[in-house]
Nanobody, 124 residues
Framework: QVQLVESGGGLVRPGDSLRLSCAAS????????MAWFRQVPGKEREFVAA????????AYTDSVKGRFTITRDNAKNTVYLRMNSLKPDDTAVYYC?????????????????WGQGTQVTVSS
């Protein structure tokens, strides 16, 4: 059974940094594309970043390029999202997602497995 467990969320001030982690079990991790999405109440789930097993080039949504970095440790079955220079607009529940596709997809409908989410709040 596939399980994704996120951690690392919290309340931070604008300009601060956070690192989210997502530990996967029940998968052959190095053959899964791992992604981060985020969602605020009343809005659709939004793609943030993806690390695909078919490419060494990660993908990011424009609003986080240069601030967020997705990395993966295949030995630990874990994907990370390093978030720097956080802004109030980054406030959301962040979800980890996984799929067998060799390339990262931006639609949440393309991902078969999801974590429970971790809240990130950026406020002064």
């Amino acid at each position: 059974q596939v399980q994704l467990v996120e951690s690392g969320g919290g309340l931070v001030r604008p300009g601060d940094s956070l690192r989210l982690s997502c530990a996967a079990s029940g998968v052959t991790f190095n053959t899964y594309t791992m992604a981060w999405f985020r969602q605020v109440p009343g809005k659709e789930r939004e793609f943030v970043a993806a690390s695909s097993w078919g490419s060494f080039i990660p993908a990011y949504t424009d609003s986080v390029k240069g601030r967020f970095t997705i990395t993966r440790d295949n030995a630990k079955n874990t994907v990370y999202l390093r978030m720097n220079s956080l802004k109030p607009d980054d406030t959301a529940v962040y979800y980890c997602a996984a799929d067998r596709s060799p390339v990262g997809k931006v639609s949440p409908n393309e991902y078969n497995y999801w974590g429970q989410g971790t809240q990130v709040t950026v406020s002064s």
